[in-house]
C-alpha cells in the first residue's frame, strides 16, 4: 500500500508548478517555516497527482476540516481527533520524545495527550480516590515508584496528573451526570518516589464519532473503538514531562486501538486484591522519567515552537 | 526543496506504524477511499517524519486547521482558502479537467472557482450591465463567442455565469455598501454563440487575510494580492462545465497570484475604446467548450464523488 515517491517530474502534469509554489515563500520566512511548509507542499501536491484527486473529492475534504474546526470547542478538538484516527498523533508522539536507543535503559514509553486532559485537576493526598458517585465500577489501588531512568534512584517532587473514563465510556467532561473532574486527580511523591491512589480498572470505549472523524472511519469500514486506558502526565523538576498511558491487556481492543497509541511496553496487568474493602483490584506501575541532561546526551528531539526556526 | 520520496523504512522510527494504520481500513471501504486515504497516511507521514515535527509544531497545525472551521459560514470558505495559499485548489483544477494533450485543438484552460462564487446569480438580457451603484469603475464592454473546441462551431443556449469584485476589492457578500448580487450575472447565447455585456475592468484585491490563512501567509513571509481577473462558469447542454478566470496582463501581480492560478492563455488585453458612453475599455474573449463526447474520447478525468468507487 505505501506509494514509492512519485516526486516532481514524473507524471503527466505542469512539471513547474510545485516549486513555483514552494518558491513564492519569502526571505522573512523562519528556516524552519521554510523547511516545514516547503516539504508539506510538495507531499500534498505529490498526493494529489499521484491520485489524481478531483475538485469534487478536495471539496469533500475541505467541508470535513472545516466541519471539524465548526464543532470543535474547549471541551472537543476534532481537528485533533481526525489526525488520531489517521495515526498522526501517535506518529508525531514517537518523534518527538524519541530517545537514542543506545541508552543504557529507556525512559517509560509514551502514549498520545488524547483530546480530554484538562489542565488544573484537584490535588490529592497519596492514598486518596479519584473516583467519586460512581458505584458499578472495579475499584483498584494502583501505586508505584517514579525514579530517574538512568540512576534508577526515585525522584521527590513527581507530579503524577491521572485520568480516565467513568464506567459508562464517557470523560466527566462529556458527562452531565458526573461531578466536575471526577476521576481525574494530581498527586505528588515524596522521597521515596512512591505513589498510591485509588481508580477504577478502566473500561474500552468510542471515541466520538457524531463528527467528521466518525464518518472517515465509517468511510475507511472502521471502528471507533479504543481499548481500557488511564492516562497520566508526571512531571518532575529537571526532568522531560512524560505523557503517556497505560493499556489493559485483556481488552478486546488492545490489537486494534482506533486511534494507534498502544505499545506494548505500556500493557499492564489489572490483579485480582483482597485484603482492602476499597479495592477489587491491584495495579503496580513504575514509571522512569528523563532528565533534560539525560535526555539531552542521548539527543531527544525537544519541542520546537512553530514560529521559530530550527 | 523537493524531497526525494523518503518511504517507509528508511528513517530511525517504527518501520511498521504506517503501514499498520493504512492496513486498519475495513473490507466494506470502497476501493477509491481505500486508495486516496492509504496514499494521504502515507504522504502525511512521510512528510511527519522527514521533518521530524513536534507535538507542538503539530498542534499550531491542528488550531489554524480548527480556526479555518470555526471561521468559515455561507459566506466564508476558509479551509478552501488555506488551500488555495498552498496552490491546492489550483493543482486539483489542473488535475480535474485536464484534456489529453494530443487533441487537435484546447477547450479554453480552467483556472480555480475560488470561495466567492454564489449559485443563483441574476438571469440578464445579453447587453446588459452587471454593474450597480458604482461610479469609480473603469466600464468595459466585454464580448465573444462560446464555440465547441472540436467543431469550432457556435454554441447555443450556452449559460456564462460571470462575478467579479468591485474597484473596492470586495465582492458584494464581503461588502454591505453594494447591493445583492451586483457585478454577478448570468448570460445565453443565441444560434450565433455570442455574448456581450458591460462590467468593469477589475481589480488586484487581497484574499482574506484576518483568518487562519493570513496568518500562514504571514508566516511564509508572503503578500495575499491576486491580480485583477474576471470569474466564469461556462456550461450548455452536452458540454463539459468549464470554470475559469481572465486576467489583465498590465497587473503588477499577474506574476505573483497568492493563490496560483494564472495560466498564459488566460491573460487578456483591456483596450482603450471609444465611442459608447458605457464603457472605457473593450474586451474580446472567445470560450471553447468540451462536449463531454470529445471529453470522454480525450481521456479527461471526470470528477468522481468521494463515496463512490472509481
Redesign the interface.
Known amino acids: 500500500?505505501?506509494?514509492?515517491?512519485?516526486?516532481?517530474n514524473n507524471h503527466?502534469?505542469?512539471p513547474n508548478?510545485?516549486?513555483?509554489?514552494?518558491?513564492?515563500?519569502?526571505?522573512?520566512?523562519?528556516p524552519r517555516?521554510?523547511?516545514?511548509?516547503?516539504?508539506?507542499?510538495?507531499?500534498?501536491?505529490?498526493?494529489?497527482?499521484?491520485?489524481?484527486?478531483?475538485?469534487?473529492?478536495?471539496?469533500?475534504?475541505?467541508?470535513l476540516?472545516?466541519?471539524?474546526?465548526?464543532?470543535?470547542d474547549d471541551k472537543r478538538?476534532?481537528?485533533?481527533l481526525l489526525?488520531d484516527v489517521?495515526?498522526?498523533?501517535?506518529?508525531?508522539?514517537?518523534?518527538?520524545y524519541?530517545v537514542a536507543t543506545d541508552a543504557p535503559d529507556e525512559p517509560t514509553a509514551t502514549a498520545i495527550?488524547g483530546p480530554f486532559w484538562r489542565k488544573d485537576a484537584p490535588r490529592r493526598n497519596m492514598g486518596d480516590t479519584i473516583v467519586f458517585e460512581i458505584d458499578n465500577g472495579d475499584n483498584t489501588l494502583m501505586s508505584g515508584t517514579v525514579t530517574d531512568f538512568v540512576t534508577g534512584k526515585p525522584i521527590e517532587g513527581a507530579e503524577l496528573d491521572v485520568w480516565h473514563t467513568a464506567p459508562n465510556g464517557l470523560y466527566e467532561q462529556q458527562d452531565p451526570n458526573q461531578p466536575d473532574m471526577n476521576l481525574r486527580g494530581r498527586f505528588t511523591t515524596g522521597k521515596d518516589g512512591k505513589y498510591h491512589f485509588y481508580c477504577l480498572r478502566p473500561t474500552s470505549y468510542p471515541i466520538p464519532d457524531d463528527g467528521p472523524s466518525g464518518k472517515?472511519l465509517q468511510?475507511?469500514?472502521?471502528h471507533p473503538m479504543r481499548p481500557a486506558h488511564i492516562h497520566f502526565i508526571l512531571s518532575a523538576p529537571g526532568y522531560k514531562p512524560l505523557v503517556t498511558q497505560i493499556f489493559d491487556r485483556r481488552d478486546k481492543y488492545i490489537t486494534?486501538d482506533s486511534v494507534?497509541a498502544v505499545k506494548d511496553s505500556l500493557i499492564v496487568d489489572f490483579e485480582p486484591f483482597k485484603g482492602d474493602p476499597k479495592a477489587d483490584f491491584k495495579l503496580d506501575y513504575d514509571f522512569r522519567l528523563a532528565s533534560y541532561e539525560a535526555a539531552e546526551k542521548d539527543g531527544a528531539?525537544?519541542?520546537?515552537?512553530?514560529?521559530s526556526s530550527a
Open positions: 500500500m505505501a506509494t514509492n515517491g512519485n516526486t516532481t503527466k502534469f505542469d508548478f510545485t516549486a513555483a509554489v514552494i518558491a513564492a515563500t519569502g526571505p522573512k520566512a523562519s517555516i521554510r523547511k516545514v511548509v516547503g516539504s508539506l507542499i510538495q507531499h500534498l501536491h505529490d498526493f494529489l497527482r499521484e491520485n489524481e484527486v478531483t475538485v469534487e473529492e478536495w471539496l469533500a475534504g475541505v467541508d476540516i472545516n466541519q471539524a474546526g465548526r464543532i470543535s478538538n476534532e481537528g485533533q489526525c489517521l495515526g498522526i498523533e501517535s506518529l508525531v508522539d514517537e518523534i518527538t524519541k495527550l472517515l468511510l475507511l469500514d472502521r486494534n494507534f528531539n525537544g519541542a520546537t515552537p512553530m514560529t
